[in-house]
């Protein structure tokens, strides 16, 4: 199971792009996170995740996750102080759930730099085919900027743990931070199926 985090435009749904191109279509699934739906709504929050937990030997991608509990959530109100809070046991127990069941874990967090980040949006809103990737959201959550670098912060101290470690990727530099994701990726799969040999 393959997590991504990150700024607005940091990359993730291109390197998530370069991932799965190596990958057979039947054997991976990528799950792009929005706006709980009214159902969703109605359950706990971690619910709508559970439910795209595949089967053994496949490859889950979450576009966005369950960390939008302790980001989106905390920062705009959508969620109370004692829910945010109380999320980070939540998601904690839950991970574990997952890697003692023997999936394998691998969080990413890409960062940009908040100029980057500009220079980005400015080359999306001149080419064509890339403006509808840019929203009014996108430009009002950069005013955030300062209160969103708290949550990430405290969500990166609270949830990397032993068995589920955040990877930090420096993604100013595409090229780079694609290949760190890809060698992370193949490293833990390997560790993996050492444990399993021994």
């Known amino acids: 199971m ?7 435009a940091a990359g993730k749904g291109g390197t998530i ?3 799965t191109n190596a990958l057979n279509a039947r054997d991976y699934q990528v799950i792009p996170i ?3 739906t009214e159902e969703e709504r109605a359950q706990h ?3 709508r ?3 795209h937990l595949s089967r053994a030997g496949r490859v889950t991608i979450f576009d966005r996750s369950w960390y939008g509990r302790v980001l989106v959530e905390r920062v705009e109100g959508f969620a109370t102080d004692e829910e945010w809070q109380r999320a980070y046991n939540e998601i ?3 991970e574990e759930q997952m890697v ?3 999936t394998v874990l691998a969080k990413f967090w890409l960062h940009i730099t908040p100029e980057e980040q500009l220079a980005r ?3 999306r809103n001149q080419i064509a085919y890339k403006q509808w990737k840019l929203t009014d959201e996108d430009w009002r959550n950069r005013e955030k900027w300062g209160d969103y670098e708290s949550a990430v912060n405290e969500m990166v101290e609270r949830t990397s743990t032993h068995r589920a470690p955040w990877t930090l990727v420096e993604a100013n530099d595409k090229p780079f931070a694609r290949v760190k994701v890809l060698t992370t990726v193949c490293d833990a799969v390997e560790a993996a199926l050492r444990k399993a040999k021994n």
């Open 2 to 8: 393959l997590v991504f985090e990150g700024w607005d």
């Open 17 to 19: 792009r370069r991932l």
């Open 34 to 36: 929005a706006a709980p």
């Open 45 to 47: 929050y971690l619910w």
């Open 49 to 51: 995740f559970w439910r």
């Open 92 to 94: 904690n127990d839950f």
């Open 100 to 102: 003692e069941h023997g």
């Open 121 to 123: 949006f400015e080359e």
